[in-house]
Protein backbone atom coordinates (compact mmCIF):
# COMPACT_ATOMS: atom_id res chain seq x y z
CA UNK A 1 0.00 0.00 0.00
CA UNK A 2 2.93 2.45 0.29
CA UNK A 3 4.65 1.73 -2.98
CA UNK A 4 1.05 2.44 -4.42
CA UNK A 5 1.08 5.74 -2.77
CA UNK A 6 4.19 6.61 -3.30
CA UNK A 7 3.33 5.77 -6.99
CA UNK A 8 0.16 7.85 -6.74
CA UNK A 9 2.18 11.08 -4.96
CA UNK A 10 4.66 10.57 -7.62
CA UNK A 11 1.84 10.38 -10.54
CA UNK A 12 0.46 13.86 -9.00
CA UNK A 13 3.58 15.85 -8.86
CA UNK A 14 4.49 15.05 -12.33
CA UNK A 15 1.52 15.68 -13.93
CA UNK A 16 1.94 19.30 -11.85
CA UNK A 17 4.77 19.71 -13.42
CA UNK A 18 4.22 18.63 -17.05
CA UNK A 19 1.01 20.99 -16.68
CA UNK A 20 3.36 24.13 -15.61
CA UNK A 21 5.92 23.55 -18.10
CA UNK A 22 2.85 23.35 -21.03
CA UNK A 23 1.58 26.68 -19.42
CA UNK A 24 4.63 28.24 -19.31
CA UNK A 25 5.31 27.10 -23.17
CA UNK A 26 1.87 27.98 -23.81
CA UNK A 27 2.03 31.41 -22.57
CA UNK A 28 5.49 32.36 -24.03
CA UNK A 29 4.05 31.16 -27.35
CA UNK A 30 0.58 33.51 -27.24
CA UNK A 31 2.68 35.89 -25.86
CA UNK A 32 2.35 39.46 -27.75
CA UNK A 33 5.34 40.48 -29.19
CA UNK A 34 8.08 42.68 -28.02
CA UNK A 35 6.94 46.70 -28.72
CA UNK A 36 8.81 47.79 -31.70
CA UNK A 37 10.95 50.92 -30.98
CA UNK A 38 9.55 54.15 -32.17
CA UNK A 39 11.08 57.15 -34.56
CA UNK A 40 12.22 58.92 -31.39
CA UNK A 41 13.91 56.20 -29.96
CA UNK A 42 15.89 54.79 -32.91
CA UNK A 43 17.12 58.00 -33.83
CA UNK A 44 17.55 59.73 -30.68
CA UNK A 45 16.19 62.47 -27.99
CA UNK A 46 16.00 65.69 -29.81
CA UNK A 47 15.05 64.12 -33.40
CA UNK A 48 11.03 64.57 -33.13
CA UNK A 49 11.35 68.56 -31.96
CA UNK A 50 9.73 69.54 -35.09
CA UNK A 51 6.75 66.88 -34.65
CA UNK A 52 6.21 67.61 -31.21
CA UNK A 53 6.30 71.33 -32.46
CA UNK A 54 3.39 69.77 -34.81
CA UNK A 55 1.64 68.41 -32.03
CA UNK A 56 1.34 71.50 -30.08
CA UNK A 57 0.12 73.10 -33.01
CA UNK A 58 -2.55 70.82 -33.63
CA UNK A 59 -3.79 70.59 -30.21
CA UNK A 60 -3.58 74.17 -29.81
CA UNK A 61 -5.30 75.71 -32.86
CA UNK A 62 -9.07 76.56 -33.03
CA UNK A 63 -11.15 73.19 -34.35
CA UNK A 64 -11.73 75.06 -37.87
CA UNK A 65 -8.60 75.62 -38.60
CA UNK A 66 -6.99 72.23 -37.29
CA UNK A 67 -8.11 70.71 -40.93
CA UNK A 68 -6.00 73.00 -43.22
CA UNK A 69 -3.32 72.49 -40.89
CA UNK A 70 -3.21 69.14 -41.06
CA UNK A 71 -3.42 69.64 -44.59
CA UNK A 72 -0.51 71.95 -44.82
CA UNK A 73 1.62 69.94 -42.34
CA UNK A 74 1.06 66.80 -44.90
CA UNK A 75 1.72 68.46 -48.10
CA UNK A 76 5.31 69.88 -46.24
CA UNK A 77 5.87 66.28 -45.00
CA UNK A 78 4.92 64.91 -48.65
CA UNK A 79 7.37 67.64 -50.26
CA UNK A 80 10.42 66.52 -47.84
CA UNK A 81 10.26 62.84 -49.33
CA UNK A 82 13.47 63.52 -51.35
CA UNK A 83 15.32 65.00 -48.38
CA UNK A 84 13.67 62.10 -46.14
CA UNK A 85 15.12 59.54 -48.79
CA UNK A 86 19.07 61.14 -48.83
CA UNK A 87 18.67 60.67 -45.13
CA UNK A 88 18.24 57.37 -45.31
CA UNK A 89 21.11 56.69 -47.58
CA UNK A 90 23.15 58.85 -45.86
CA UNK A 91 22.08 56.82 -42.37
CA UNK A 92 22.52 53.69 -44.84
CA UNK A 93 26.49 54.51 -46.01
CA UNK A 94 27.64 55.54 -42.19
CA UNK A 95 26.78 51.76 -41.00
CA UNK A 96 28.14 50.32 -44.09
CA UNK A 97 31.56 52.52 -43.22
CA UNK A 98 31.58 51.26 -40.05
CA UNK A 99 31.49 47.88 -41.05
CA UNK A 100 33.63 48.10 -43.35
CA UNK A 101 36.57 45.23 -42.63
CA UNK A 102 38.93 47.16 -43.24
CA UNK A 103 37.99 50.31 -41.16
CA UNK A 104 38.58 53.16 -43.47
CA UNK A 105 38.37 56.06 -40.90
CA UNK A 106 38.48 58.74 -44.07
CA UNK A 107 35.22 56.88 -45.07
CA UNK A 108 33.58 56.43 -41.81
CA UNK A 109 34.08 61.01 -40.70
CA UNK A 110 33.09 61.66 -44.46
CA UNK A 111 29.44 59.46 -43.99
CA UNK A 112 29.06 61.05 -40.46
CA UNK A 113 29.25 64.47 -43.02
CA UNK A 114 26.83 63.98 -45.72
CA UNK A 115 24.50 62.48 -42.89
CA UNK A 116 24.82 65.89 -41.04
CA UNK A 117 23.74 67.98 -44.03
CA UNK A 118 21.42 65.68 -45.21
CA UNK A 119 19.78 65.90 -41.67
CA UNK A 120 20.13 69.41 -41.55
CA UNK A 121 18.68 70.11 -45.13
CA UNK A 122 15.80 67.79 -43.78
CA UNK A 123 15.28 69.90 -40.87
CA UNK A 124 15.06 73.07 -42.39
CA UNK A 125 12.85 71.97 -44.77
CA UNK A 126 10.59 70.92 -41.93
CA UNK A 127 11.42 74.10 -39.54
CA UNK A 128 10.70 76.43 -42.78
CA UNK A 129 7.30 74.74 -43.22
CA UNK A 130 6.61 75.09 -39.84
CA UNK A 131 7.32 78.13 -39.27
CA UNK A 132 5.15 79.10 -42.28
CA UNK A 133 2.02 77.88 -40.97
CA UNK A 134 2.23 79.47 -37.74
CA UNK A 135 2.54 82.76 -39.58
CA UNK A 136 -0.88 82.67 -39.98
CA UNK A 137 -1.96 81.69 -36.48
CA UNK A 138 -2.86 84.21 -33.72
CA UNK A 139 -0.50 85.35 -31.31
CA UNK A 140 -2.65 83.52 -28.32
CA UNK A 141 -2.72 80.52 -30.45
CA UNK A 142 1.20 80.73 -30.74
CA UNK A 143 1.06 81.12 -27.03
CA UNK A 144 -0.62 78.21 -26.30
CA UNK A 145 1.68 76.00 -28.23
CA UNK A 146 5.06 77.45 -26.51
CA UNK A 147 3.08 76.64 -23.25
CA UNK A 148 2.01 73.58 -24.49
CA UNK A 149 5.60 72.53 -25.24
CA UNK A 150 7.33 73.92 -22.49
CA UNK A 151 4.62 71.49 -20.22
CA UNK A 152 5.79 68.38 -23.08
CA UNK A 153 9.38 69.41 -22.27
CA UNK A 154 9.03 69.17 -18.75
CA UNK A 155 7.18 66.29 -18.51
CA UNK A 156 10.22 64.75 -20.35
CA UNK A 157 12.62 65.85 -18.63
CA UNK A 158 10.82 64.11 -15.01
CA UNK A 159 11.04 61.02 -17.37
CA UNK A 160 14.65 61.52 -18.05
CA UNK A 161 15.38 62.50 -14.67
CA UNK A 162 14.16 58.50 -13.22
CA UNK A 163 15.88 56.79 -16.04
CA UNK A 164 19.54 58.83 -15.29
CA UNK A 165 22.46 56.07 -13.98
CA UNK A 166 24.50 57.28 -11.67
CA UNK A 167 28.25 57.46 -12.89
CA UNK A 168 30.73 54.58 -12.95
Given amino acids: MTSSRTLLIGLALSIGVNLLLLGMFAGAALRPSAPQPTDQQVRGPNASAERTMARALMASAPDEDRQSIRRDLRRSWQDAAPLRQ ?5 RAEVGSALRSDPYDEVRAVAAFAALSEA ?10 GLARRLSDVSPETRERIMESLARRGQRRDRRQQGRQRPPN
Fill in 86 to 90: RVAQA
Fill in 119 to 128: EAELKTQIQS
